[in-house]
């Protein structure tokens, strides 16, 4: 039971990454033709484009994504409802499947720092991928230098910001147990 539960788990994980960054690449206005991009572009316009059709975007941010983020969530929390509880509760999924989407959200821009950080350490020259990495970081990393300016060319930055995911990730888990 428990290998299945992980199994499902991992796999609407990974698709709800995928998606919330392709909402994510959208909102900060990311390079569409850098790699990364098209490959995210590609793994989730199966299921965006439709949407599209139904949900238009709205000011610059991409409602079909959103919409299909949290259509994952609820088919995730539904699914382990039905298989391991026995019992589906259509309002208790809407609101684990929401819950779920923001700790993915969470869990995404964590990863995304954590890969900025080693890339900074690492690449040489230009990246795409680190190019992408710093389009999406960039905006949030941007207040913090401006109250904590570079150590000798140390950037604590993304170390600030960490701790300061960590600790709302932290915040939000204890008001919902």
Known sequence: MTAMQ????????????????RFWLQLVRADFYNPLSQTVVKATSFAV????????????????????ALLVGFAKISLLMVLFA?????????????????????NLV?????????????????????????QLTEPMLRPIRKVIPSLGGLDLSILVLLIGLQFVNLL??????
Not at 49 to 68: E, H, M, T, W, Y
């Open 86 to 106: 026995g019992a589906w509760d259509p309002v208790g999924a809407a609101i684990h499947g929401l819950i779920t989407v923001v700790k993915e959200a969470f």
């Open 172 to 177: 939000i888990m204890d008001l919902f147990r």
């Open 49 to 68: 484009n439709p949407l599209r059709k139904i949900i238009p975007g709205v000011g610059g941010l991409d409602l079909a994504s959103l919409v299909l």
């Open 110 to 134: 964590f990863w995304v720092l954590i890969i900025r950080a080693i890339l900074s350490w690492v690449a040489q020259g230009y990246n795409p991928i680190a190019a992408v990495f710093d």
């Open 6 to 21: 992980f199994l499902i788990g991992i796999v609407f994980d990974l698709f709800l990454m995928v998606v919330l960054l």
